[in-house]
């Protein structure tokens, strides 16, 4: 018999109309080895959730983040949407011990299983989508990835999508990948500036200065996607 779900409803802060659709996102497909005839198990609603999480996360960071451009747009969603950054979120809602699984499963860690963790978050929130609407889902699902949303920052986002940049266009060319150096460090403890160089080939591509050793790289590696030098 499952449980009565009622204090995972009111960590969500969302009350099911129908109860068997949060049943069934709690139900792990392990649970087919145990019981007959088999319940059924989350993975249509976890594909289902999928779909929603990512449009409510890219209205989500199209809304907050208006002068930026679709490459770092595309980084801060896939952080947000990855599967640890989502295990860490069921983890907090306490998903893992909401699972309803075999024995086997339970005994063997799934209930800490970073992929069994991401993927009930995923059929929670299809579960919820199905139960109510989009507009309903995308409230609780802000309210739910509220604090991955808070740590946010675009400025990483623009780093990785420099260097990410540049790495894809040199190995097109060949499979080496451009390597960063600190060239130097200058300024007091509290107030450092980092410089940097990115190396291809043999040949210095770029050079930048920033407050950190990740910026200066980003730096670089702008700089060596504005200068073409590997052409």
């Known amino acids: 018999m499952i449980p009565a779900v009622t204090p ?10 129908n109860s068997s659709l949060l049943k069934e996102a709690l139900s792990h497909p392990s649970l087919s080895s145990e019981m007959r005839p088999a319940p059924p198990d989350n993975q249509r609603l976890e594909y289902l959730g999928d779909a929603v999480l990512e449009l409510i996360t890219t209205d989500y960071l199209f809304k907050r983040f208006s002068d930026l451009p679709e490459g770092p747009l595309t980084k801060l969603r896939a952080s947000i949407v990855s599967k640890p950054s989502l295990a860490t979120v069921a983890a907090r809602l306490g ?32 579960a919820i989508y199905l139960d109510s609407s989009l507009e309903v889902a995308m409230k609780v699902v802000t309210s739910v990835l509220q604090p991955q949303f808070e740590a946010l920052d675009p400025q990483t986002a623009q780093v990785a999508n420099s260097k990410g940049r540049l790495q894809e266009i040199l190995q097109q060319i060949t499979s080496e990948a451009p390597s960063y150096k600190v060239v130097s460090e200058e ?16 040949k210095v591509l770029g050079s930048g200065e920033g ?8 730096e670089a590696a702008t700089a060596a996607l504005n200068s073409g030098v590997w052409r």
Do not use: C
């Not at 300024?187 to 043999?202: D, K």
């Not at 407050?211 to 980003?218: C, L, M, Q, R, W």
């Open 187 to 202: 300024g007091p403890p509290h107030a450092r500036i980092f410089t940097s160089e990115v190396n291809w080939g043999g």
């Open 211 to 218: 407050p950190s050793k990740k910026i200066a790289e980003t």
């Open 95 to 126: 998903l893992g011990e909401e699972l309803f699984m075999s024995n086997g499963e339970a005994s063997s860690g799934g209930r800490e299983r970073a992929s069994n963790l991401a993927d009930v978050l995923e059929a929670v929130i299809g």
């Open 8 to 17: 995972l409803e009111t960590t969500l802060s969302y009350q099911f109309q």
